[in-house]
């Protein structure tokens, strides 16, 4: 799409349709906003989504407001993907076949409280998108660890003497394990990635699941400014990689060729403040090993297909 | 048409000729056979429906939730540790203003393990605004199912329905069950067509952030809804009775126009106490019953109107509210305030202990030749 300003044509990377109105509840320089926007210029108003407890139960503003634009059914919260199952199943039958079921849900209503209801929607192939905005921790309810906390991270249930260890649950493996035709990582950072993996998304029949990473300054404690550059840095450092997993195969989809150091990402979020240089090494040397088992899972994958 | 049917066969019927479009239900006894026999409708193409075999009683509910919301007629159907498993999204579908039907087969809550008939765990769900209904006979069962939309749909009071049978006594029972003609049935109850619903051309959100500025008054709503709903129940009733000759209303006398004794009490024990009253009426004792189809909305008007001019009232609750008394027992003494007929609170039959003529002629012994007591409990063993 192009768009002319002064004369000049200005090639524009993304969708230039908001959906999503700038009326919303958020903090300021909140991911998970730009995420549902993002989300929403490449699926358009013909979505209904569920939504449950978490950020964007508020972020949407106050009854009778609502900034999305599309029809929201504000659901329990372990039931993101039985609510969408029941709405997709709905529309089949009612015959609005054109209409995307997409279930929008925190990383606690997904890796953790709603994890039962995704594995049987995914088992089912039910008709829906999945999207978990991740942002590694209860952060509507004020910051408490959930299970995709990352090893180190300072939240308000693990206090800094307490900080959590152990390693943050790997959601792309266990929806790997169900086989759903198409599982993707997208981080908000990586707008255009991310927008061509939600697309994609829609033309696939079944249970699609994306694992959305979007920085939130409030509980990672670093400024509103620096959101995309955390992001960035995030995948950038291989602490995120981008990859997608289509029919089992996986494919990386940004390899970076000199990974920077994680404690590049590290030190701008107050949330990892109190670490030790030893603990930065042993994050480090998690990085590294998870990255090279996920190439080895590309390698492995194709030549299995092939 | 006359068929031989359970009453899990009259719930899944029921459901069928409802021509629900979403069904989604989670296995558990004894409710298992209505899952199944709505598996094989929808397999064979006799229901055009989608069927979502979900991985939990909790997700059932949540999916019709859902499904409901998008404009479709659903049915779930549960018992016991389900329905419990099920009770924060009752509420949601209340507070939602969405008329699912949901059957669920009376059966008692673990531990020890128990698929035998008992009230406590639909009696638990008593404050979730669902409207609730508890059957007498297997023919009750289909025309519950089918009414129960019609009544839940009305606009004015959109209100979920839990249809409730109990455990093998009618879950596993075989009964004569009237099921009509098709093309009656859909004059009876039309197609859903909801005026809100979840719609890309007029995107809403629904159940969002609501301030102390909204929400009491979106409470007041639904009891209104209720309120409303005991003059739509019996509006209904008499609309049945003049598509299908028979006849519903909130509550059932029996008998009761010259009773001296009137025994009040819900379920199947309802057709026992009947042939009990029948007994000791040959016999010359002046009793009656008193059969309370709902619990939600409570018949608090028809049950004073019956029992005001009883010299004794005894209440049968096969459902315990521990640390009080019969749940049953607490709504019609509260109905019965500043009216001074004695009142007896009977526990019966919990866990499945069969309630039999002789139980129930014991209540009257009881009445007879003692003062009231809150929980009286038959058949305890010593």
Not at chain 1, 80 to 91: E, K, Q, V, W
Not at chain 2, 25 to 33: D, K, S, V
Not at chain 2, 120 to 148: H, K, P, W
Not at chain 2, 185 to 193: A, G, K, Q
């Amino acid at each position: 799409m192009s768009n002319k300003t002064k004369g000049q044509k200005i090639k524009l990377t993304l969708p230039i349709e908001e959906v999503m109105s700038p009326g919303h509840l958020a903090c300021q320089g909140c991911g998970a906003t730009l995420a549902l926007r993002y989300t929403l210029k490449a699926l358009g108003r013909k979505t209904i989504m569920s939504i449950p407890a978490c950020c964007w139960s508020v972020i949407d503003g106050p009854f009778p407001y609502s900034a999305a634009g599309v029809p929201i059914y504000h659901c329990a919260f372990e039931t993101a993907a039985s609510t969408a199952s029941g709405i997709s199943h709905a529309l089949a039958q009612l015959g609005q076949d054109n209409v995307t079921a997409l279930a929008w849900a925190g990383d606690g209503g997904t890796f953790d409280i709603g994890l039962q209801a995704l594995s049987g929607a995914a088992e089912r192939g039910d008709n829906v998108i999945y999207i978990v905005y991740d942002n590694e921790a209860y952060m509507n309810t004020g910051i408490q660890r959930s299970s995709a906390t990352p090893h180190g991270a300072w939240t308000t249930t693990t206090p800094v003497k307490h900080y959590k260890r152990g390693p943050k649950k790997n959601i792309m493996a266990i929806m790997a394990a169900h086989h759903v035709p198409y599982c993707a990582t997208a981080n908000i950072a990586y707008p255009e990635d991310f927008i061509r993996k939600v697309k994609k998304a829609k033309n696939i029949m079944g249970t699609k699941f994306i694992h959305l990473y979007a920085p939130c300054p409030t509980g990672w404690k670093h400024p509103p400014d620096i959101t995309i550059q955390v992001a960035r840095l995030a995948t950038l450092t291989n602490v995120f990689p981008l990859y997608e997993i289509d029919n089992d195969v996986y494919t990386i989809n940004k390899k970076i060729q000199k990974a920077k150091p994680v404690s590049e990402y590290l030190k701008l979020q107050g949330r990892f403040r109190h670490l030790s240089e030893k603990e930065v090494q042993f994050i480090q040397r998690t990085v590294d090993q998870n990255w090279k088992r996920l190439l080895k899972l590309e390698e492995a994958f194709r030549n299995e297909k092939n | 048409m006359k068929k031989v049917l359970t009453g899990n066969f009259a719930a899944a019927y029921g459901a069928t000729a409802a021509k629900v479009n979403v069904i989604s239900a989670y296995p558990i006894t004894p409710q298992t056979t209505i899952v199944e026999i709505l598996s094989e409708i929808v397999a064979d193409g006799l229901l055009n429906a989608d069927f979502i075999k979900v991985e939990s009683e909790h997700s059932a509910l949540a999916a019709c939730i859902g499904a409901q919301a998008a404009g479709a007629r659903t049915f779930t159907a549960t018992s016991a540790q389900g329905l419990a498993l099920m009770h924060e999204l009752l509420h949601w579908a209340t507070r939602g203003r969405l008329p699912i039907v949901l059957a669920n087969v009376n059966r008692a809550m673990a531990p020890g393990w128990s698929i035998w008939a008992d009230a406590t765990d639909s009696v638990a769900q008593r404050d979730t605004g669902c409207m609730q209904i508890y059957c007498e006979n297997n023919q009750e069962v289909f025309d519950s199912i089918l009414m129960s939309y019609k009544i839940g749909e009305h606009t004015e009071l959109l209100l979920p329905t839990i249809v409730n049978l109990d455990a093998f006594f009618l879950s596993h029972t075989s009964q004569i069950v009237d099921l009509y003609d098709q093309e009656t049935i859909d004059r009876f109850l039309p197609s859903y067509n909801p005026e809100i619903k979840l719609d890309i051309e007029n995107p809403r959100a629904f159940g969002g952030l609501t301030s102390p500025d909204y929400y009491y008054e979106f409470s007041y709503k639904i009891q209104l809804a209720h309120e409303k709903a005991k003059e739509i129940i019996e509006e209904v009733g008499k609309e049945f009775y003049r598509f299908f000759n028979r006849e519903y209303h909130l509550s059932e006398p029996y008998r009761c126009d010259d009773a001296d004794m009137i025994l009040v009490d819900y379920g199947t024990i309802a057709g026992t106490a009947k042939d009990a009253v029948d007994r000791m009426r040959d016999k010359g004792i002046h009793v009656g019953v008193l059969k309370i189809r709902y619990l939600r909305p409570f018949p608090e008007e028809q049950v004073i109107d019956i029992l005001k001019n009883a010299k004794k009232v005894g209440v049968i609750d096969r459902a315990i509210s521990y640390g009080h008394e019969g749940p049953f027992f607490t709504e019609v003494k509260a109905s019965l305030y500043g009216y001074r007929i004695p009142i007896y609170g009977f526990i019966a039959g919990l866990g499945g202990r069969d309630v039999s003529i002789v139980d129930i002629e014991s209540m009257v012994d009881y009445m007879q030749g003692n003062k009231p007591a809150n929980h009286i409990w038959i058949g305890l063993k010593k």
